[in-house]
């Protein structure tokens, strides 16, 4: 499956399954299947030490990476994960899916992502500026605005993203706020950003359900992940008139049938930290969310959260995948064969690389849009994307992933091919 000799991947890890993913786009490459190797390996991968010392005194060492899986079509673009799970293999599927995803909605970005495997949750304030901090300085050597863009990710937020900012223009000696994104407005960030991917989950989820004639209207939307992504796009979800009738994360399950009052929850999830102990709703254990009688379900937490037993049960007649691999190539092919429609999350959840691309170019203008311009400009990119996708779905008769693929990786390796192989 693979041929690196420092990662074992295997079906269902996230590193295997985008590899089965690239396998199958194969076929629809033409002639630029000989350069499908490129898309196999990342292209740069760095391992950091992360030393800090503890408010207690004592040190503490992470581990720290950031991969650059391709560049061959602008500089690198991804986010930055905190998660005791984080490790190489999982960063560099992140990285290789933010290829595939850049090139899906045609942004001048090739794909990378960063991650420190840590539980940031244990560390104070201080201790995770401080981390933050030394890992910027690490990674210091292959990101800034024109080589790699750091993001938020899980765990990490504007807050982290302006430490990163800081800390990389006191190394270089001048500011520079085009060397991340989502940071906060008054330094350079851009309206809209926070609620982007939940914005483009919603987006692409509407444009899907039209075309399938199911109405979001009463529509029964299901959220695993009720963070950045899962929450923005349950409220948009709601403002359209659907009912989000379950929701899990990692304090627990609630279920209501006639819909969460998302006006109480979101403050809910606020100042608790997460769903568990919400008044407006019933708790359930968490294997049966899978079982939840619903109409769309939105993983929006983790890779690997639709295995094949998962994928049997679902209710659901759409996924929107919000989260970045959420479903394993196994548990793919049983929604395909019960005809359940997956949004693959390399489109699905595009739209925060996207409006992390207009903020990288509002910083270089020094000029900034509006709200209001920037959603216009976001559902146009989404909208467009995904029409293309799905025609080329329909004219192989292929999923939408493989379509997305076929239609990313074609953009990437036409790049690769033009630029020709140094030296
Ligand atoms: P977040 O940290 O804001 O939220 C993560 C959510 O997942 C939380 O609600 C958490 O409780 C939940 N969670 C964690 N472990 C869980 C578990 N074992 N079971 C159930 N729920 C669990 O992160 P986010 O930014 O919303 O990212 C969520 C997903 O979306 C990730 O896969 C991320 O890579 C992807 N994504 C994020 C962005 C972005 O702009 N933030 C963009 C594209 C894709």
């Known amino acids: 499956m693979s041929n690196l000799s420092y990662v074992s991947p295997t079906d269902d890890s996230p590193w295997g399954t985008y590899l089965s993913q690239v396998d199958r786009v194969v076929p629809y490459l033409g002639n630029l299947a000989r350069w499908v190797e490129t898309l196999k390996r990342p292209k740069r991968a760095l391992i950091v030490d992360v030393p800090i010392e503890l408010d207690n005194g004592t040190v503490a060492h992470f581990e720290g990476f950031r991969v650059q899986h391709n560049l061959s079509r602008g500089p690198g673009k991804g986010g930055v994960r905190y998660h005791p799970d984080v490790t190489l293999e999982e960063v560099m599927a992140l990285s290789a899916w933010m290829t595939v995803k850049c090139a899906a909605v045609n942004l001048p970005f090739g794909g990378a992502k960063g991650g420190i495997r840590v539980d940031p949750k244990l560390l104070s304030h201080k201790e995770l500026e401080r981390m933050t901090r030394r890992y910027t300085s ?10 790699d863009i750091p993001a938020p990710d899980v765990n990490t937020n504007g807050q982290i993203m302006a430490w990163m900012m800081d800390t990389y223009s006191m190394n270089t000696g001048s500011t520079s706020t085009g060397v991340v994104t989502g940071k906060p407005l008054h330094l350079g960030g851009s309206a809209g950003r926070v609620k982007a991917t939940g914005r483009g989950v919603f987006v692409t989820g509407r444009e899907a359900a039209r075309r399938i004639g199911m109405d979001l209207n009463g529509a029964r939307v299901a959220v695993q992940g009720f963070g950045n992504v899962g929450g923005s796009a349950a409220e948009l979800f709601a403002q359209a008139g659907a009912k989000i ?25 606020t100042n608790t ?3 568990a102990g919400f008044k407006g709703a019933d708790v359930m254990k968490s294997e049966e969310f899978w079982d939840v009688d619903c109409d769309i379900l939105i993983p929006a937490a983790l890779e690997g959260q639709i295995n094949e037993d998962r994928a049997r049960r679902i209710k659901a ?15 793919d092919d ?6 359940i429609l997956v949004v693959p999350d390399v489109i699905c959840n595009a739209g925060g690389v996207t409006v992390s691309y207009f903020e990288w170019v509002q910083d270089f203008s020094s000029f900034f849009w509006s709200e209001d311009e920037i959603n216009v400009r976001l559902d146009k990119i989404m909208v467009d994307a995904l029409k293309k996708i799905w025609d080329t779905a329909d004219r192989h008769r292929i999923t939408l992933r493989t ?10 390796l036409i790049a690769r091919e033009e630029r020709g192989l140094y030296p």
Do not use: W
């Open 138 to 147: 690490e990674i210091g050597l292959i990101i800034g605005p024109q080589k």
């Open 245 to 269: 009738v379950a929701a899990q994360d990692h304090t627990g399950t609630i279920y209501n049938a006639n819909g969460f009052d998302l006006a109480d929850l979101i403050p809910h999830v």
């Open 273 to 275: 930290g997460g769903v």
């Open 317 to 331: 007649r759409l996924v929107l995948e919000g989260a970045n691999g959420p479903t394993t190539s196994k548990a």
């Open 334 to 339: 049983m929604l395909f064969e019960r005809n």
């Open 403 to 412: 379509a997305t693929f076929a239609v990313a990786c074609e953009r990437i």
